[in-house]
Every structure is written in C-alpha cells, then in structure tokens.
C-alpha cells in the first residue's frame, strides 16, 4: 500500500486530498456511522454487488464538492491499466475508486476554493510506502474540538497462528467532538509517550476549546487495512470494528452533523484459518483469530485518531495542541 497527499493552503486554500493506493488490489468493504456522511462508491462495496476488489481509495476535503477528487484517483489507475476489466484489452478497465469527504468549506477565507480532479491525481502521484502525518493532504483543513485536526497514522502486528498479521490505519480527524480530557489535559485515549501538562497549559487548552464555536458540519474518515486474506464480508465486519477505537478517542461520536466513515481493506497475503463448525468458539477456530484481528482493528485506529491530533501544526488563527501544550511531549 501507498498513501499519497496533495494540499494548498494559501491564497484563500486550506483543503487537501489523500489517496491510498494499491497496486495488487485489495478485497475492500465500508462501515458509515456519521449522520451526515458525504461518499462515492459505498453502494459497490456491498458484499452482495459485483466488485469484489479495489486498487485506491481516496480521502478529501472540500465536502460534497471534494468527491471530484477521485475522479483524478480513476485517471492514475486507469494510466496503469487498473480497475474492473470490462473488456479484452489490458486497457479496458473501470477503476472502482470509494470517497468520503470532510467538511472544511471556506476554512482558507474562500469558500470556492475545493479540491478537484488535479488534487486526486497529484496525491495519488505522490503515493509512496512512507508518508507524512499532521496538517497535510486531506486534514489540511481539518479541526477537532477548537484545535487544529489533520492525518494521523498507526499499525501493529500480531500473531495468528504462528503468522505475523499487520493491520494498519490512516485516520482523517474533522471532529466535532473532542479527543481530549479538559481536566488532565490529555487524549482520552491516553498514551504513555505523553507527559500531562503544566497547569498553564491545561488552563490555555481548556480556554480554547471551550471557547471554540459549534462546528457547522465534520467528521473523521478513514482506512484500516490488514495483510490478512479475508471475505467482502469479514472486512466490512474490520471496518465496522475501527469505529469502536473512533468512538474511544473522539467525544461524542457518530453524530448527526459527523460523516464518520471508515473503509476497511485486505491485501489478502496470510490465511486467519478455516471455518470449522464443530469449533466456532474453540481458540484455533476461524472466529476465535478475526475477533483477535477485529479488536486489534480497533487499536490501531484509535491510536491513529491522536495521532492526527498531536501530530498537526498549527494554521492561521487555529492553534495545535502541539503548540498549547508543548510540555506533554517527552524530550
């Protein structure tokens, strides 16, 4: 997997996209909570419907109007001859390209300036196996309970039947609701590298995020993928697990005005096991190691949910918590 991103945040701009590409394809699936959730091609990932793998997903800003963005993600993966083969040649494909979009309209002081087809194509042309985090691609815009929201990323492994599975997570955090616990002055999913905070600085997040106006519409989008070979149906049951971390990291969660979407793909390069019936509940059962890999799911994106905040710098008048809180981050 690659990620890419593309952002401009000058002349009236503060919006990006980020593309996740898979050159190999990948069995995908979707799990939409948020009340008002703007996306392209959910409908195709149902398990009862055609396309059984993708080869990119794309995240942007800009709302509604960001969904052009993967249009220019369908035109990369078109150039590489990637996508449902509906004809004889290698070129005949339609690249099946899912989309969720978050909410920053006029954040850059201009309310028409939204990512298009030109910011879908450069971010899925600067996808590469590493990448950055924080105020970048499609979180440039982004902002959670009054700070400065953006890209966070997480993974972990863990063993499954004697096999290293990797799950690994890219959250978008345009939250609403707050990832952190005014009183201490650290994320409700607390995590050991930080330290707590001065009382000053405690004292400056809680003015700021108190003070902070009710955002008008956001929401936290994402991907949790796996190198676990998995059925449509069991990745729509890992995205759906991703969820649980969002709402572990982010307060409230899933509201009417939150388009938390979460997509979940399987490269499908190591076997979790076999259904055995007469051991549905045993420890070596097929359920026994996807409840592991759903749970471990969970994990990884709440950790990447943080990690979009306490990676984000700060972008005009929006302060990070990087910046209001200097002293929580170990020397």
């Known amino acids: 997997m690659r990620v890419g991103h593309y952002q401009r945040t000058n002349r009236g701009w503060q919006t990006g996209t980020t593309a996740v590409i898979v050159p190999g394809g990948a069995v995908a699936g979707v799990d939409v909570r948020g009340g008002g959730p703007g996306t392209r091609e959910t409908d195709a990932l149902d398990p009862r419907n055609l ?28 150039g590489r001859q990637l996508g449902v083969p ?10 099946v390209v899912p989309a969720a979009v978050i909410f920053d309209l006029g954040r850059g002081g201009d309310f028409s300036r939204r990512p298009d087809r030109v910011f879908g194509e450069r971010a899925a042309r600067a996808a590469r196996p590493t990448t950055g985090r924080g105020t ?3 979180g440039a815009g982004a902002r959670a309970g009054g700070l400065q929201g953006g890209v966070g990323m997480a993974s972990a492994t863990i063993d499954i039947a004697g096999v290293t599975i990797t799950v690994a997570s890219l959250a978008v955090v345009n939250a609403s609701g707050s990832l952190f616990d005014l ?13 707590r905070p001065t009382a000053a600085q405690r004292a400056a997040l809680r003015t ?5 106006p009710a955002p008008p519409l956001n929401t936290t989008i994402g991907i949790v993928a796996t190198d676990a070979c998995l059925a449509r149906p069991e990745v729509g049951r890992l995205a759906q697990s991703a969820h649980d ?25 190591h076997d979790v096991g076999s259904i055995d019936a007469g051991t549905m509940r045993g420890v070596g059962s097929r359920a026994s ?15 990447a949910c943080v990690d979009a905040v306490l990676t984000a710098t700060s972008f005009g008048s929006v302060p990070s918590y990087r910046e209001l809180c200097p002293s929580a981050f170990r020397a």
């Open 51 to 78: 396309v059984d793998r993708i080869h990119a997903v794309c995240l942007s800003g800009g709302s509604a109007y960001g969904l052009a963005a993967a249009d220019g993600v369908m035109g990369f993966l078109e």
């Open 86 to 95: 509906v004809g004889p040649e290698p070129h005949q494909v339609v690249p």
């Open 136 to 138: 970048i691609g499609a």
């Open 183 to 195: 009183s201490t002055g650290l994320p409700w999913s607390l995590h050991n590298s930080l330290r």
């Open 208 to 212: 700021v995020c108190e003070a902070a």
């Open 245 to 269: 971390g969002l709402a572990r990291a982010i307060r409230p969660a899933h509201s009417l005005i939150d388009g938390d979407t979460v997509f979940g793909l399987a490269t499908g390069v």
């Open 289 to 303: 190691q996807l409840n592991l890999l759903f749970a471990m799911a969970a994990e990884v994106f709440e950790t």
